[in-house]
């Protein structure tokens, strides 16, 4: 019995995260105008910057420095809403 549990505990901590709710397009462009609009242009929420990068491209750079994220928030942003 400890060994089924055990098995089960396992399989559930090894299956990769599944989306069960996609976000609609027209609600993605909601939640980025609002993210875009948050902070007036002030880039220095690291957190903020990555919700952006996420929510527009699905993933987040492989590099991860605070100052590509700042960049690549802002430049998203300017270009989506100018």
């Not at 007036?40 to 420095?65: A, Q, T, V, Y």
Request: net charge negative; aromatic share 4%; hydrophobic share 40%.
């Amino acid at each position: 019995m400890k060994n089924k549990g055990l098995i089960l505990l396992a399989s559930i901590c090894l299956i990769p995260p599944v989306f069960a709710c996609p976000i609609q397009e027209e609600d993605k462009h909601q939640m980025l105008s609002e993210l875009c609009s948050m902070d007036d242009g002030d880039w220095s929420s690291n957190r903020l910057n990555e919700m952006i990068i996420m929510l527009k491209f699905g993933k987040l750079p492989s590099d991860k420095s605070i100052k590509g994220n700042q960049t690549m928030a802002a430049v998203t942003c300017n270009l989506e809403y100018l």
